[in-house]
């Protein structure tokens, strides 16, 4: 019981932030729309009555999108065994998981290092450099004939091992010479994408056989990474669960053992921890090592698993929006995952939306600044639910 309250505690404010998030995205619906606003003149009541039903139009194409139709679910369960309608009934909500897979990797990398007081802004620079390690031993180890299962630790640990020696580099210049990990972080991010570029270009074992674009070979050609359900439609495949096992390693890790005990107290109080015998510049190091190896694996399971070809564009700004993530889960493995999921809903949620009403897709990333405005401000959030209660308790009062 205690166990639970903690859980409904920690995720009230969040709960809350998306609701009042969602809330404020509504007006901004309603205020947009010029059939509203042009009927208001003339018609305030009916006017409203429209701007209701757009919202509630957006929302419900946003949640079908997400999750998936439940008329379509029935339909799947009343045919029974029909492939074709259960891939319809369950694409969306697959799709959503799908999305949020990079978005755990990343968002766990940056948390670990936030959690160490090093502020790492270079998951966009790992992610991509894990990436090009999962291609690399996808081609060689595959091209080699290697067993599908060999093929795939492969590409997870040189994608870890890419990721790590990228975040290494941040890491011991903070350690060493005291250099800001912000600047070396976000500066690295450009440098990932543009080595990448390079070897797309001139590297001919990554290239595409007719090299008439920055692309690399297709490589499912080499591994295929398996999916988790046995309708080929159904994408999900392995790294979804990679990624909530690797959420239970790093909080275990984190909150049982000496070194993640270590790491943690280096980022509450720098000055205490080194009293205490314990190595600053080291924490550094490790924390940097272990950020980059958790977001180069998202990257390989992302080229590998889910792109099946590397390109320029493979993160998808994932890392900046794990930063976002990183903070609104509190800096906890389990609100990571949960905040990568609601992000993944917005984000495979959208297409549908904005097909559906016309609504542009930067609305969701206005609705997710929301949801990180009122976490970063929870004493706003509060008096924005609890106000309301207040004067009317005053007044029944009077």
Known sequence: MTRLRKLLATIRL?????????????????????????????????????????????????????????????????????AVLWAKAF?????????????MFVGLAVMVSFRTGVFNIGGEGQ???????????????GGAGLPTPITILGVVALGALFGAAWAFIPGILKARVGASEVITTIMLNYIANLFIFFLLVNWELIQREDRTQPISKALDKFVVIPTILPIEALRLHLGFIVALLLAV????????????????????????????????????VIAMLISGAIAGIGGAFEVVGTVKQLTTAISGGVGFTAIAIALVGGTRPSGVVATSLVFGALRNGGALMGLNTGIPIDLLFFIQALVIMFIAAPSLTQRLIRSPFKRRVKEATA
């Open 249 to 284: 390693v790093v909080s275990w890790f984190l909150w049982r053992t000496a070194k993640g005990f270590e790491l943690r107290a280096a980022g509450l109080n720098l000055p205490a921890a080194r009293y205490a015998g314990m190595g600053a510049a080291s924490s550094v």
């Open 127 to 141: 992610f991509m450099m894990g990436a090009l390690g999962g291609t690399i031993a996808a081609i060689v180890l």
């Open 91 to 103: 694409r969306p909500i697959t799709e959503t998981l799908l999305a949020s897979v990079p978005l």
């Open 14 to 82: 969040p709960a809350i932030s998306v609701l009042v998030a969602l809330l404020v995205g509504a007006i901004v619906i309603m205020l947009s729309d010029l059939e509203v606003l042009g009927k208001i003149p003339q018609d305030p009541l009916g006017a409203i009555v429209l701007g209701v039903q757009r919202v509630y139009l957006a929302y419900t194409s946003l949640l079908m999108g997400a999750f998936g139709d439940p008329a379509k679910f029935g339909k799947a369960i009343a045919a029974g065994g029909d």
